[in-house]
């Protein structure tokens, strides 16, 4: 497995250079300079100048900036552009857009408008993988591959008749038969009963309480649908450039996507962070997702890859951080096992939905601005902070986390309406507090090395699972290591 190593601490940013002149590119690489920048995330939405028209490249400015970035010391995390299709791939195949569970099929005007299981979008987007990994993949400032961008952070479930026909494949495969599948479903409730594989459908908008079991595997189906298509990716770069790693940005505690599953595909754990500067505690918000990260290929260290430098453009009130917030922040993620620090993004747009999101080069010069200031020289700072890279993060209390079990007690017809993460949250805040360090474990993961381990509404157990929780429980009784249910 190629490892992720740039000789130093990383520090960047997203790249967007296809939305300003070409006279700017240069000035943006001597300001990188500047700041201490020697990663930036590049053509993470630039399929449609990739790729004007269908089946017609345009490599040539790409090219040049690659070449830029090279000259100026700056290596670069190069995206397969897929995240954002281009506007003709959404006229040549209609069926390629989203359809929302009520039936709604979605719009071109927005980023990440494909369907996961469309067979168009999958070869389209495999078919640029290829392009740009055999023509970048011995580019000398390559030195890691960004597949698609934070998966489900807008759809991590379409409803539309080609999901419907790969969910009773996925289905066929986990129960073998409608007998084994209405036993579990339990469908001699309310008149559920199958028949036919034809007669299974996406849990869509009902007239009442959907089956919850059938909720909870269209989940995991969703899940391991969006998984799929980012393997068939990540296939065509491993084998055009075995050594260059390749990871995609999580979004930490993402209802749609298993990353306990996910992270086992990556080279290196990456994630997109954004707490709210205005709320109670954003080292805590920032910090439990940091935890995570970690957590999710076993302590190996990860990357920061987004934050804000200041404000967002998406909540309500788009708070900005008040002066030394981003420095701490980005210290805690180092601490939680970062080996790098990147921003969203390098330059604040001019158009577009995200004009007002901060960035490090804003909409004012950046002699005047704070912001840049306190950037540049993090920049400068994280270039002392190098004995971090390859440290461990030693954590002697486990939280017990699951996305199966936060799908199932997501599910209606629940007890009582009590939503998971908040609880999670505050058993974290209460370890952090004592200045424990925490890391949150799979619960087939071995527990054999934690003081303590807490199960935070632990709805869903596996009968593995639950064996190993009973098996700790017996051997520790006497000791001085605990297992805590809530």
């Known amino acids: 497995m190629p490892h992720f190593d740039l000789g130093a601490l990383a520090y960047g940013a997203d790249y967007n250079p296809e939305q300003w002149p070409r006279e700017v590119w240069r000035e943006d690489v001597r300001l990188m300079g500047e700041a201490g920048v020697n990663l930036v995330s590049l053509g993470i939405f ?25 000259e100026g010391g700056v290596r670069v995390n190069l995206a397969t552009a897929t995240a954002s299709p281009p506007p003709w791939l959404s006229l040549a195949y209609p069926d390629s857009r989203p359809v929302t569970v009520d039936g709604v099929r979605l719009e071109v005007g927005a980023r990440q408008l494909y369907c996961p299981s469309d067979p168009h979008y999958r070869a389209l987007s495999v078919r640029l993988a290829r392009k740009v990994a055999e023509r970048y993949g011995t580019h000398p400032a390559l030195r890691l591959w960004h597949v698609n961008n934070e998966y489900g952070c807008h759809i991590d479930q379409c409803y539309c008749a080609q999901c419907a026909a790969r969910f009773r494949e996925w289905l066929r495969a986990r129960y073998g038969s409608l007998i084994e599948l209405n036993r579990a479903w339990g469908t001699a409730f309310w008149s559920q009963r199958y028949g036919d594989w034809a007669e299974v459908q996406p849990p869509r908008r009902a007239p009442s309480f959907p089956n919850p079991s059938q909720g909870l595997d269209w989940r995991r189906f969703s899940s391991d ?9 990540v296939e065509v770069l491993r084998e055009v450039t075995p050594d260059v790693p390749v990871t995609t940005n999580f979004l930490g505690f993402l209802p749609g996507l298993d990353y306990f599953r996910w992270a086992q595909e990556e080279d290196v754990a990456a994630v997109d962070v954004y707490p709210d500067p205005a709320g109670v505690a954003p080292h805590l918000e920032a910090g439990m997702v940091f935890d995570l990260t970690r957590s999710l290929r076993g302590g190996q260290r990860w990357l920061l890859m987004e934050q804000a430098t200041s404000a967002v453009n998406w909540r309500d009130r788009n708070a900005p951080k008040r002066p030394g917030l981003m420095r701490a922040l980005s210290l805690q993620a180092l601490a939680r096992g970062a080996d790098g ?14 004009k007002y999101h901060s960035a490090l080069v804003g909409h004012v010069p950046p002699e005047r601005s704070r912001v840049w200031r306190e950037a540049r020289d993090f920049g400068q700072e994280l270039k002392g902070l190098d004995f971090l890279r ?10 017990m986390f699951d996305w199966h079990s936060w799908w199932a007690l997501s599910q209606a017809s629940q007890p009582a309406v009590t939503p998971l993460l908040p609880v999670v949250g505050a058993w974290y805040a209460a370890l952090r507090s004592l200045g424990v360090n925490v890391d949150f474990v799979h619960p087939e993961a071995d527990l054999s090395g934690y003081r303590a381990v807490t199960l935070p509404q632990q709805y869903l157990l596996t009968p593995d699972a639950a064996q190993g929780i009973r098996d700790r429980k017996s051997t520790r009784l006497n000791s001085s290591h605990r297992c805590i249910s809530y």
């Open 225 to 233: 649908n969006i998984l799929e298509l980012h393997r068939a990716e």
């Open 390 to 399: 390859g440290a461990r993060v030693k954590a002697d209390v486990a939280v």
């Open 341 to 354: 620090i990147q921003f969203f993004q390098w330059r604040q747009s001019v158009a577009g939905a995200e």
């Open 46 to 70: 630039s399929w449609a100048q990739l790729e004007p028209r269908e089946g017609e490249f345009e490599f040539g400015w790409l090219d040049e900036i690659m070449n830029l970035l090279h």
